[in-house]
């Protein structure tokens, strides 16, 4: 069933359904996964139209098959919007339930579009 309004404004651009998601997540931890396989969790300061993203005491976690996930600090750290593949929400208990220096795992294949 389609609301009079979405018919006289048309579909949902996707950049605002973005904006929307992202402000919701404002000021908390977030995990980003980006197009060539990094993962960076930090917690979501700001974004822009173009879905840049702020994140603020960021880290990177490199995931390697012979030793634990390395954790890389970066800071403030700016993603740019056509870099990102997925965002997510982090669940903070259960992330700090994981004992990193011990998970293994492959690195990310990049996306390809």
Avoid at 1 to 29: F, N, S
């Amino acid at each position: 069933m389609v609301h009079r309004e979405t018919e006289a404004r048309g579909p949902a651009q996707p950049h605002a359904i973005m904006a929307a998601t992202l402000e919701k997540l404002k000021d908390r931890v977030i995990c980003v996964i980006t197009n060539d396989g990094r993962n960076i969790v930090g917690v979501l300061k700001g974004f822009d139209q173009t879905t840049n993203i702020i994140l603020q005491e960021c880290h990177e976690r490199v995931f390697s098959t012979t030793a634990g996930v390395e954790q890389v600090p970066l800071g403030l750290y700016i993603v740019r919007g056509d870099n990102i593949a997925v965002v997510g929400e982090m669940d903070e208990e259960a992330d700090a339930a994981l004992d990193l220096s011990s998970l293994k795992g492959d690195h990310l294949k990049p996306v390809i579009h």
